[in-house]
């Protein structure tokens, strides 16, 4: 048994420090491998160390293998400990999470009362830095209301027209990349569709590109696109606050409002037909914040 021989990888494991630790050690302390093998493979070659069992014991016994180890102990445990404690923060923000539809239903008399702040909090999406992911849900939205017909002020098409990109490769003049055209890519016109609703009073301004609807809507006016984007600074959400956000507005529109009653095709909206007059929860006037304020609830 005693002649049995480890390579350095299994002797560090055997000691329960790094193979790294191991080789500073057995220097610092003047000891050598017991055995060195030369290897080759195709044309490169190299030396593998070997240990004596009886050399492992002898640097087991030293306060440098001891010390290492103790810190290799320490330092796992520390690691498995911010490893638990992630897992445990990730469990409760799923179970939080998980819980979120049924806080916010409580909040509201219905789905429609929560109407207003479902809006508010897609004004924040919107100009949240990640505002893409709730592109899809904007969409519905829009859609909730405007086929809800009650909320829509007015919806204007507007269009831009892309102007022709030169090819990069010539600068115009005509190359084999460009079958001597100087074009990259054509002009074209990109259309998008500004929707005003007004919901409990409040005016509510979106702007969606046209592929990205998934209706094609009746639209008051055409104009062209100035080409500016929505005013304001964007937001940096936390990504706690994007999900309640993205919760309030998916219980808002979990119903859908059935239109009214054609009465007369004017434009008056001084009755609010058929649309429900509860507004928010117990009146606590939380969810009827300020034009375009964040509505704050507990999450
Ligand atoms: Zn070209």
Redo the contacts with the bound molecule.
């Keep these: 048994m005693g002649s049995q021989l480890v390579t350095t990888e299994a002797a560090a494991e055997k000691l329960g420090i790094s193979p790294s630790q191991f080789s500073r050690i057995y220097r610092a302390r003047g000891y050598a491998p017991d055995h060195v093998e030369s290897w080759h493979y195709g044309r490169r070659s190299g030396d593998r160390h070997l240990w004596a069992a009886r050399t492992l014991a002898a640097l087991a016994r030293t306060r440098e293998v001891r010390e290492a180890r103790e810190r290799r102990i320490r330092r796992d445990g520390a690691a498995a400990e911010r490893r638990v404690a992630a897992e445990a923060h990730a469990r409760r923000e799923e179970r939080s999470r998980a819980r979120l539809p049924g806080k916010i239903a409580a909040l509201f008399a219905s789905p429609r009362a929560a109407l207003a702040s479902a809006c508010d909090a897609m004004w924040a999406l919107n100009r949240s830095t990640d505002a893409k992911s709730s592109y899809g849900l904007k969409t519905r939205l829009i859609r909730h209301l405007y086929d809800a017909e009650v909320f829509t002020d007015r919806v204007e098409k507007l269009s831009r027209t892309l102007p022709p990109r030169e ?1 990069w ?2 600068d115009g ?3 084999d ?2 079958y001597d055209t ?1 074009v990259y890519l054509p002009g074209r016109e990109v259309c998008s569709y500004l929707f005003t609703f007004t919901v409990d009073g409040r005016k509510f301004v979106w702007r969606q590109p046209d592929f990205a609807l998934t209706f094609e809507p009746e639209v008051e006016a055409e104009r062209p696109d100035d080409g500016r984007g929505p005013s304001g600074e964007t937001l940096a959400l936390p990504s706690r606050r994007v999900w309640s956000l993205r919760a309030l507005v998916e219980y808002a529109i979990s119903e859908p409002i059935a239109p009214p009653e054609p009465v007369d095709a004017c434009d008056e909206e001084d009755d609010d037909h058929g649309a429900s007059t509860d507004v928010g929860p117990s009146g606590d006037g939380r969810t009827l914040a300020g034009p375009n304020e964040i509505v704050a609830f507990p999450v």
């Design positions: 090819c490769e010539c003049d005509g190359c990349r460009c100087g």
